[in-house]
């Protein structure tokens, strides 16, 4: 059973960085692309960003694309998700995510993905 947990957030103000990570354990997860998504208060859960297994491909939602970027480390089984330019709409809780197969192309949707994190809060002030 794949668990996931994800750190690194906090309180910043806008146009500032953070980076959050999301270490693996209970599995191998080397082989499967992953995904970070938010959810804001009163909104439904949105896709942010995903890479493929090797790394080599990443996608991100156009509000994020130019400010956000997806990374991993196999060997750590850790994810990260470094965010410049920080806006006050950014304001969310950040999960990462695991679908249920290996080799999956990374997927936008949440249904498509099986194991997830608590979260970390990331809060912008402006």
């Known amino acids: 059973q794949v668990q996931l947990a994800e750190s690194g957030g906090g309180l910043v103000q806008a146009g500032g960085s953070l980076r959050l990570s999301c270490a693996a354990s209970?599995?191998?997860?080397?082989?499967?692309?992953m995904g970070w998504f938010r959810q804001a208060p009163g909104k439904e859960r949105e896709f942010v960003a995903s890479?493929?297994?090797?790394?080599?491909?990443?996608y991100y939602s156009d509000s994020v694309k130019g400010r956000f970027t997806i990374s991993r480390d196999n060997a750590k089984n850790i994810v990260y998700l470094q965010m410049n330019g920080l806006k006050p709409e950014d304001t969310a809780v950040y999960s990462c995510?695991?679908?249920?197969?290996?080799?999956?192309?990374?997927?936008?949707?949440?249904?498509?993905?099986?194991?997830w994190g608590q979260g970390t809060q990331v809060t912008v002030s402006s």
């Open positions: 995510a695991v679908p249920p197969l290996p080799g999956l192309v990374p997927a936008h949707f949440v249904g498509e993905y099986q194991y």
């Open positions: 209970g599995g191998n997860v080397q082989n499967y692309a």
């Open positions: 890479i493929s297994w090797t790394g080599r491909n990443s």
